[in-house]
């Protein structure tokens, strides 16, 4: 299932959701938790907003929000770019599988996955066997993916993404396996972060106890 928005990136809040948020009460911007799933997974390449959006998105469904990247390090005790120059990105696979497996574990949550957990089997077999779980993939094209990710490190001062100076060769091999483990697709390069969760949980209504495609 694919939702497509059209309108033009904001620099402000849109005239769609700006005023509803301002005159309407928070529950009328809630839509009912989607039937049949129990936790919405956000997959997507470094900079496709799957933290941004994750956090609107459990907000918006009165759900937790985990990211995966940060249960990696409360479980390390290291930052990801940590983890990745002392043991390798191979010791950060690793530290991912078992996170991921433990936050599978979880009800009611919205769970913002790294962008290359869909590179290991072993994590597309979990979510492809982990009931009721809808897999989201935060599609955009390359570049604005890049100047995303560019921008939040001038932002933070600091290269947050070991692998960003690889982005085209692993956006590449990854991009045939967010489209495959995911049942439910947003392009997001139009949109702003409201009208992404909007367009998600939409999604998962017409979709109604859809289940995954299989992991491969
Ligand atoms: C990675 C993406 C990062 C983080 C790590 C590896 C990747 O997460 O898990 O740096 O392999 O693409 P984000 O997608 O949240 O940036």
């Not at 936050?103 to 913002?112: F, S, T």
Request: charged share 30%.
């Amino acid at each position: 299932m694919t939702a497509t928005l059209e309108l033009e990136e904001r620099t402000e809040p849109s005239a769609k959701t700006t005023p509803s948020a301002k005159t309407e009460p928070d529950d009328v911007r809630k839509r009912p938790v989607p039937a049949g799933v129990d936790r919405v997974v956000l997959t997507g390449f470094m900079g496709s907003g799957k933290t941004t959006v994750g956090r609107a998105l459990a907000e918006r469904l009165g759900w937790q929000f985990l990211d995966l990247d940060t249960e990696i390090e409360r479980r390390d005790g290291r930052s990801v770019p940590q983890v990745f120059a002392e043991s390798g990105e191979a010791h950060f696979r690793h530290l991912e599988t078992s996170a991921l497996a433990g936050l599978l574990g979880q009800r009611r949550v919205v769970l913002a996955l790294g962008g290359g957990a869909p590179e290991e089997l072993g994590n597309r077999l979990l979510l492809e066997q982990t009931p009721r779980t809808a897999v989201v993939y935060l599609a955009a094209p390359l570049e604005t993916l890049i100047a995303r990710c560019e921008r939040d490190d001038a932002r933070t001062g600091a290269a947050g993404r070991p692998l960003l100076a690889e982005a085209g060769q692993r956006f590449a091999v990854r991009r045939h396996l967010y489209e495959r483990i995911a049942a439910h697709h947003v392009e997001t390069s139009a949109c702003d972060v409201e009208q992404v969760a909007d367009a998600i949980l939409e999604s998962l209504q017409q979709s109604r106890g859809r289940t995954l495609r299989p992991a491969g």
